[in-house]
């Protein structure tokens, strides 16, 4: 393999030069390839332009989210990021000139100018990016365009792009998040057991009268599969479910193409859960399972979001690949994106994954294998919990497949490096230091239930629905909670919050004190990852919201 993309790319040097060769192009299993692609048949690619001034970008980042800066919470329009980052003239003139060349014009930009977005032919792609030959493959009844050999570009642009998008990385998988007994026990008793909204705010001490009431806020969730959620879905959960506070029974904006499909159990259960702990607050879904066959679903919805000049204020989002499946240009790239969000006063929060530490097999040894954009040091990372006991809602301790761990690419942001020294130090033993890197972002940074929920999906009610999905639009619907009561007085949105986060030091959470996650099946550890102690810990980051106190701690 090694050798084969050597002699290629020596091959091209002459006229182009390989963009991302660390990524992964090989299939992944639950995709086929189906038939060959006619050389005229449209992709629509996405080009990264180099933007300027990204490391003003992120020192105004840690400025407006730091509350000891005087800068606090001034955040910046969409216009205002637009001329930090936008291209030089060299760079879009080069781009341009290549893309015109090759005769490609059918082309939208954005209002900060670092993207690129174009149609064209198969046989045009081919001869732009050497390299690349587009495939179709078929998971279900989706099906897409891909090439698994690696493409390059001209070497005028080489330094002038970050990637081209469209050409490898494939749509995410979703997971199975339901256990199963689907509708089989509807009594009002069975209820009881597991997490609805009336346990979700008692255990996080929503009050009836905690709710939104500012008219400016809103919050969001984002999908990304061929799912939906759907409207009737959510009017029928909150029918079932939502007593005792006020709330909203319907989402105030689709943005995107929401498909016609069978409702899908992860997108009903963001949805249903942001807007009953976030309760009585416009909500949105961004919608984008990839209208073209060759887009790629999660950067479709990055492009969206920061070429929206009016976006809600909280965003969660439950979709995360192996770090190592990415390459280091198309992830840095993408935390950029996430300055970009965090300087306008967006608050991200990213699902930790359902798979512990994860394990990586590799020859003779194994490691731990991190996730993206949970390991993004400019996203909230949200891990998970269970009740200690089934029947009482008062104690949580680790979900043992809670994801978390430290980033092989990503360094410890400064706001994390005492809490994470300190963990490092307190506890032992730690798993053997060949599996993770201590130099690493650690996550998550926070963490809520993510054991047993109902939900409602086609318009059945379905018991036990598990994992960070679950925890984060719940942190999430918390977070636009506390926005709501800042607008109130005036002050600005939370924003990029772990700066501030990891200054509370757990004030206003519950510490999540017992359990370890999950990791790697093998004699050295045994399937266990890191495990929960008091304080900050790569299990369930500083612990679960308590209404209340947090508002406290927050409300400055
Ligand atoms: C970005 O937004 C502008 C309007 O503000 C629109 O004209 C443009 O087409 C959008 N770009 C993409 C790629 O959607
Ligand atoms: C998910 O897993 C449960 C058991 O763990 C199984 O009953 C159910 O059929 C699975 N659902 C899907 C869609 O695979
Ligand atoms: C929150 O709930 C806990 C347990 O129900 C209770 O002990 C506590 O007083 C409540 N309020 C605050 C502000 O913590
Ligand atoms: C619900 O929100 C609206 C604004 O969207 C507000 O006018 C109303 O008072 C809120 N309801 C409660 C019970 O706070
Ligand atoms: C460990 O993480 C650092 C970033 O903090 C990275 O530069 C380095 O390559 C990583 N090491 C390994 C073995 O992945
Ligand atoms: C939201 O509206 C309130 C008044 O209801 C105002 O004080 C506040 O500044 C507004 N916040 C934002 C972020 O627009």
Same mark, same amino acid.
């Given at each position: 393999?090694?050798?084969?993309?050597?002699?290629?790319?020596?091959?091209?040097?002459?006229?182009?030069?390989?963009?991302?060769?660390?990524? $992964?192009?090989?299939?992944?299993?639950?995709?086929?390839?189906?038939?060959?692609?006619?050389?005229?048949?449209?992709?629509?690619?996405?080009?990264?332009?180099?933007?300027?001034? *990204?490391?003003? %970008?992120?020192?105004?980042?840690?400025?407006?989210?730091?509350?000891?800066?005087?800068?606090?919470?001034?955040? !910046?329009?969409?216009?205002?990021?637009?001329? +930090?980052?936008?291209?030089?003239?060299?760079?879009?003139?080069?781009?341009?000139?290549? %893309?015109?060349?090759?005769?490609?014009?059918?082309?939208?930009?954005?209002?900060?100018?670092?993207?690129?977005?174009?149609?064209? #032919?198969?046989?045009?792609?081919?001869?732009?990016?050497?390299?690349?030959?587009?495939?179709?493959?078929?998971?279900?009844?989706?099906?897409?365009?891909?090439?698994?050999?690696?493409?390059?570009?001209?070497?005028?642009?080489?330094?002038?792009?970050?990637?081209?998008?469209?050409?490898?990385?494939?749509?995410?998988?979703?997971?199975?998040?339901?256990?199963?007994?689907?509708?089989?026990?509807?009594?009002?008793?069975?209820?009881? !057991?597991?997490?609805?909204?009336?346990?979700?705010?008692?255990?996080?001490?929503?009050?009836?009268?905690?709710?939104?009431?500012? #008219?400016?806020?809103?919050?969001? *969730?984002?999908?990304?599969?061929?799912?939906?959620?759907?409207?009737?879905?959510?009017?029928?959960?909150?029918?079932?479910?939502?007593?005792?506070?006020?709330?909203?029974?319907?989402?105030?904006?689709?943005?995107?193409?929401?498909?016609?499909?069978?409702?899908?159990?992860?997108?009903?259960?963001?949805?249903?859960?942001?807007?009953?702990?976030?309760?009585?607050?416009?909500?949105?879904?961004?919608?984008?399972?990839?209208?073209?066959?060759?887009?790629?679903?999660? +950067?479709?919805?990055?492009?969206? +979001?920061?070429?929206?000049?009016?976006?809600?204020?909280?965003?969660?989002?439950?979709?995360?690949?192996?770090? $190592?499946?990415?390459? $280091?240009?198309?992830?840095?790239?993408?935390?950029?994106?996430?300055?970009?969000?965090?300087?306008?006063?967006?608050?991200?929060?990213?699902?930790?994954?359902?798979?512990?530490?994860?394990?990586?097999? +590799?020859?003779?040894?194994?490691?731990?294998?991190?996730?993206?954009?949970?390991?993004?040091?400019?996203?909230?990372?949200?891990?998970?919990?269970?009740?200690?006991?089934?029947?009482?809602?008062?104690?949580?301790?680790?979900?043992?497949?809670?994801?978390?761990?430290?980033?092989?690419?990503?360094?410890?942001?400064?706001?994390?490096?005492?809490?994470?020294?300190?963990?490092?130090?307190?506890?032992?033993?730690?798993?053997?230091?060949?599996?993770?890197?201590?130099?690493?972002?650690?996550?998550?940074?926070?963490?809520? !239930?993510?054991?047993?929920?109902?939900?409602?999906?086609?318009?059945?009610?379905?018991?036990? *629905?598990?994992?960070?999905?679950?925890?984060?639009?719940?942190?999430?619907?918390?977070?636009?909670?506390?926005?709501?009561?800042?607008?109130?007085?005036?002050?600005?949105? %939370?924003?990029?919050?772990?700066?501030?986060?990891?200054?509370?030091?757990?004030?206003?959470?519950?510490?999540?004190?017992?359990?370890?996650?999950?990791?790697?099946?093998?004699?050295?550890?045994?399937?266990?990852?890191?495990?929960?102690?008091?304080?900050? $810990?790569?299990?369930?980051?500083?612990?679960?919201?308590?209404?209340?106190?947090?508002?406290?701690?927050?409300?400055?």
């Amino acid at each position: 393999m090694r050798i084969a993309v050597f002699v290629l790319s020596f091959i091209w040097l002459v006229s182009g030069e390989l963009l991302e060769d660390d990524q $992964d192009s090989s299939v992944p299993e639950d995709w086929t390839l189906v038939e060959g692609v006619k050389p005229l048949e449209e992709v629509e690619l996405t080009f990264a332009l180099k933007q300027q001034k *990204v490391k003003q %970008l992120k020192e105004l980042l840690k400025l407006v989210s730091d509350p000891d800066s005087h800068q606090y919470g001034k955040y !910046l329009s969409l216009d205002e990021v637009a001329a +930090l980052v936008k291209p030089s003239k060299l760079t879009e003139n080069l781009v341009q000139n290549w %893309l015109q060349r090759h005769g490609v014009k059918n082309c939208h930009t954005v209002v900060t100018r670092d993207f690129l977005q174009c149609v064209m #032919t198969v046989q045009v792609a081919e001869a732009l990016l050497p390299g690349a030959k587009f495939h179709r493959y078929k998971r279900h009844s989706h099906t897409v365009l891909r090439s698994t050999s690696l493409y390059s570009v001209h070497k005028d642009v080489h330094r002038h792009l970050d990637f081209v998008g469209g050409i490898h990385r494939f749509p995410p998988k979703g997971k199975n998040i339901s256990k199963g007994w689907q509708g089989a026990r509807q009594s009002a008793l069975s209820y009881q !057991l597991g997490a609805t909204p009336s346990v979700i705010r008692a255990r996080y001490n929503l009050t009836a009268g905690d709710v939104g009431t500012a #008219t400016n806020n809103s919050q969001a *969730v984002a999908q990304f599969l061929e799912e939906y959620y759907h409207p009737d879905d959510l009017a029928e959960f909150m029918r079932l479910f939502a007593g005792g506070f006020t709330h909203m029974s319907a989402v105030d904006r689709v943005v995107g193409t929401q498909g016609g499909g069978e409702a899908g159990t992860e997108a009903s259960l963001d949805v249903e859960y942001i807007m009953s702990s976030g309760a009585n607050i416009s909500t949105w879904v961004f919608t984008n399972p990839g209208r073209h066959e060759s887009q790629e679903p999660f +950067l479709q919805w990055m492009l969206l +979001l920061n070429n929206m000049s009016e976006v809600p204020w909280v965003h969660t989002i439950s979709y995360g690949d192996d770090e $190592d499946s990415l390459s $280091d240009a198309y992830m840095n790239r993408i935390n950029t994106e996430f300055m970009k969000a965090g300087l306008r006063g967006i608050s991200l929060l990213f699902a930790s994954g359902d798979s512990g530490a994860g394990c990586r097999h +590799l020859t003779k040894k194994n490691t731990f294998r991190p996730s993206f954009p949970a390991s993004s040091p400019y996203v909230t990372t949200v891990g998970g919990t269970s009740f200690k006991s089934p029947l009482k809602f008062n104690y949580e301790v680790t979900d043992s497949i809670s994801g978390g761990g430290f980033s092989n690419v990503f360094a410890m942001p400064d706001y994390q490096v005492g809490a994470v020294q300190a963990y490092l130090k307190s506890v032992q033993p730690l798993p053997p230091q060949t599996y993770f890197n201590i130099t690493g972002r650690a996550y998550p940074d926070l963490a809520a !239930l993510s054991d047993n929920y109902w939900v409602v999906t086609n318009l059945k009610p379905v018991a036990a *629905v598990s994992g960070t999905s679950a925890s984060t639009p719940v942190v999430g619907g918390i977070l636009s909670l506390i926005n709501d009561q800042r607008f109130l007085k005036g002050l600005p949105s %939370l924003g990029f919050i772990n700066p501030r986060l990891y200054k509370l030091q757990g004030k206003g959470l519950y510490d999540v004190t017992q359990g370890c996650h999950m990791s790697c099946r093998d004699d050295k550890v045994k399937g266990k990852g890191f495990c929960a102690s008091p304080s900050w $810990d790569p299990v369930t980051g500083w612990g679960t919201p308590n209404y209340p106190a947090l508002l406290k701690a927050l409300m400055d």
